[in-house]
């Protein structure tokens, strides 16, 4: 086979087809395949070729992919500036509505107070029983213990 015969050939199992009609050795179909630029299936590192023109295309692939993951980048940013002050105005919404719980001061009144609580108290040390206290002060029997409890 001439040089001439070569140039159409496109694909590896060709190339090897020649070599065993000719008797060369293993190697003769791999570089020839290396300097023809045609992609040898057996081999284990990628052809230089096929590799670089993969590249080339993953390349303005990836171009485009990243430009697009940047304009994602920049909207989420402009987003996020956007929540971060509504949150701000409903917080200071929030401060300017809240009001005082109970205000008008309606409901039950509480009974027990400090005064009621050390006069319990310093009954009780003497010795009283909660009966007596809580005759003595006006109050029930379960205020009584309760107030010598705090």
């Not at 009609?21 to 992609?39: F, S, T």
């Not at 005064?115 to 003595?136: D, M, N, P, R």
Request: overall charge positive; glycine content about 6%.
């Amino acid at each position: 086979m001439s040089k001439q015969d070569l140039s159409n050939v496109s694909t590896f199992e060709e190339l090897l087809e020649i070599s065993k009609a000719n008797g060369y050795d293993r190697n003769w179909a791999p570089r020839k395949a290396k300097a023809l630029g045609i992609a040898n299936p057996r081999s284990k590192k990628k052809d230089t070729v096929h590799k670089i023109n993969n590249e080339q295309s993953g390349n303005a692939d990836k171009h485009s992919e990243l430009e697009s993951l940047r304009a994602q980048v920049e909207q989420l940013t402009a987003e996020n500036i956007q929540l971060k002050q509504e949150l701000e105005d409903c917080k200071q919404m929030a401060i300017a509505v809240h009001k005082i719980k109970n205000e008008r001061g309606a409901g039950r009144k509480p009974k027990l107070n400090d005064e009621l609580i050390t006069k319990v108290k310093s009954l009780k040390s003497e010795g009283l029983s909660y009966k007596a206290i809580a005759q003595q002060l006006g109050i029930s029997v379960g205020l009584a213990h309760k107030a010598s409890q705090l």
